[in-house]
């Protein structure tokens, strides 16, 4: 069973701080790898996607990819508020479902930023 | 403006009455897909489609059905609901192309069905 696995948290972080959220995954041969926001009753939002090692930045969003480790990570830099929700760590697997769209999701964090 | 349309949004129905949830996207998207969202359990992938006419089975298909006659539409259909099917459900649609990066879903708002 390839999976791909979250903290469900609650992850509390103070407004202004930096919030890292993490994920692994066992398919080794996963190419791409997506984090969602989710609010609460609101359909998955993408934020970032990555498929090189290493860290790619938008904006205050930091994505990074260990694949060694099978490691993927979303820092959230100077959270506010409303960065408060679920985030949704996606792995796009090999074998039969390579050359389709299905993604692999994890269970979700919960990050809270309290102000 | 791109998007991934269901309905209904919310529906509650009774144990057996079959119902149709609907799903369109306007991007000419190949890949389609259902899903369900239950607390602790995450994303499931209930049926899939990779074009016109070709679904399959993803991980928890029992007691749905699909169909795809038109590249756009992707409904779901529980022809004999229960109780255990009261869910969050999510249509989604993507590239089909395995190429890194093409591979975002997007979704539907969302559709929150009660059987009682």
């Known amino acids: 069973q390839k999976e791909v696995e979250q903290n469900s948290g609650p992850l509390s972080v103070p407004e202004g701080a930096i919030a890292s959220l993490n994920c692994t995954y066992s398919?080794?041969?996963?190419?791409?790898f997506f984090w969602y926001r989710q609010y609460s009753g609101k359909s998955p939002e993408l934020i970032m996607f990555?498929?090189?090692?290493g860290d790619k930045e938008d904006g205050r969003f930091t994505a990074q990819l260990n694949k060694a480790s099978q490691y993927v990570s979303l820092l959230i830099r100077d959270s506010q508020p409303s960065d408060s929700a679920t985030y949704l760590c996606?792995?796009?697997?090999?074998?039969?479902?390579?050359?389709?769209?299905?993604?692999?999701f994890g269970q979700g964090t919960t990050l809270q930023v309290k102000p | 403006e791109a998007q991934v349309t269901q309905n209904p949004r919310y529906l509650i129905t009774v144990t057996g009455k079959k119902l149709t949830v609907t799903c369109s996207q306007n991007?000419?998207?190949?890949?389609m897909s259902w899903y369900r969202q239950d607390p602790g359990l995450g994303l499931r992938q209930i049926y899939y489609?990779?074009?016109?006419?070709?679904?399959d089975k993803g991980d928890v298909p029992e007691g749905y059905k699909v169909s795809r006659k038109e590249k756009r539409n992707f409904p779901l259909i529980l022809e004999s609901p229960s109780p255990n099917q009261t869910s969050l459900y999510f249509c989604?649609?993507?590239?089909?192309?395995?190429?890194?990066?093409?591979?975002?879903?997007?979704f539907g708002q969302g559709t929150r069905l009660t059987v009682v």
């Open positions: 989604a649609s993507s590239l089909h192309s395995g190429s890194r990066g093409n591979t975002e879903a997007f």
């Open positions: 990555i498929y090189s090692n």
């Open positions: 996606a792995a796009h697997p090999t074998g039969g479902s390579s050359n389709t769209g299905k993604l692999i």
């Open positions: 398919d080794r041969g996963s190419q791409s």
């Open positions: 991007m000419n998207h190949e890949y």
């Open positions: 489609s990779m074009n016109v006419e070709v679904t």
